[in-house]
């Protein structure tokens, strides 16, 4: 069992920036992909960003250049640090982990004013 609780939404105005953080806990494997999906009202949920244990990212192409994900593996915690934020970002922001059974956070909200 994994456990995940999200933190740092919040509201911002257009072109500002956020960083969310995710505290994992409980049992891992030592091959895991950790990242962050959204949804925003009415929309599918989507994969923003992902980072595997071993490094390797990917990013969705509407936050590519403007997110950054990384992993500090100590503190078993997972960052998106979002700069240039837009208005089409607003969204619940949900952590996630994956080895196979994939773990949901509780998700927070980020809500970007125009």
């Known amino acids: 069992q994994v456990q995940l609780v999200e933190s740092g939404g919040g509201l911002v105005q257009a072109g500002g920036s956020l960083r969310l953080s995710c505290a994992a806990s409980g049992s891992f494997s030592s091959l895991n992909t950790m990242g962050w999906y959204r949804q925003a009202p009415g929309k599918q949920r989507e994969l923003v960003a992902s980072i595997h244990s071993r490094g390797n990212t990917n990013y969705a192409d509407s936050v590519q250049g403007r997110f950054t994900i990384s992993r500090d593996y100590a503190k078993n915690t997972v960052y998106l640090q979002m700069n240039s934020l837009k208005p089409e970002d607003t969204a619940v922001y949900y952590c996630?982990?994956?080895?196979?059974?994939?773990?949901w956070g509780l998700g927070t909200q980020v809500t970007v004013s125009s």
């Open positions: 996630y982990y994956d080895s196979g059974t994939h773990y």
